[in-house]
């Protein structure tokens, strides 16, 4: 007899090696390990910020589960299919120059990305718009300089 149990569970979550985040005028990068580094760019007076940090396991680990929900989402799309992200257009109420963050995780396995425009229907994705805020107000780095 032949007993299939590929249904009762779930999906282990792929190693990666390290978690990029972008949003306007700023890069994180992100080590598996938690250590960091960023690039924070101000439009208004073309200055550049630098700099390291360092996340503890347990904030790590904190950070992974938050973006897991995004790195799990129909949206989500692996390194062959991610020149396609930057053609997408927005296909209901489309609210120009409100920013968005790029997800970038990398590993052994190749890679995925996630692109969310807060532009891009602003109401129904707000509570997603939230929480992606929400985790770049998170990390050790300067606050997100809004768009010109």
């Not at 938690?34 to 760019?41: A, H, I, N, Q």
């Not at 007076?45 to 396991?57: E, I, M, T, V, Y």
């Not at 347990?58 to 989402?73: A, G, K, M, N, P």
């Not at 991610?82 to 997408?88: P, Y």
């Amino acid at each position: 007899m032949l007993l299939s149990l590929t249904g009762c569970f779930e999906p282990q979550t792929p190693a990666f090696d390290s978690i990029e985040l972008r949003a306007p005028g700023l890069e994180v990068a992100i080590d598996g390990k938690g250590k960091g580094t960023f690039t924070r760019s101000n439009f208004h007076n073309r200055q550049f910020d630098r700099g390291k940090f360092s996340l503890s396991n347990e904030r790590y680990d904190l950070l992974v589960e938050r973006l897991e929900q995004f790195r799990r989402s129909d949206e989500t799309v692996n390194e062959s299919e991610a020149a396609a992200l930057l053609e997408r257009t927005c296909r209901g109420e489309d609210v120009t120059d409100q920013g968005g963050v790029t997800i970038h995780w990398r590993g052994s396995y190749g890679g995925q990305w996630y692109l969310a425009d807060f532009g891009c229907e602003p109401k129904r994705y707000a509570e997603r718009n939230r929480e992606l805020r929400a985790v770049l107000a998170s990390l050790p780095v300067p606050k997100v300089v809004p768009l010109p």
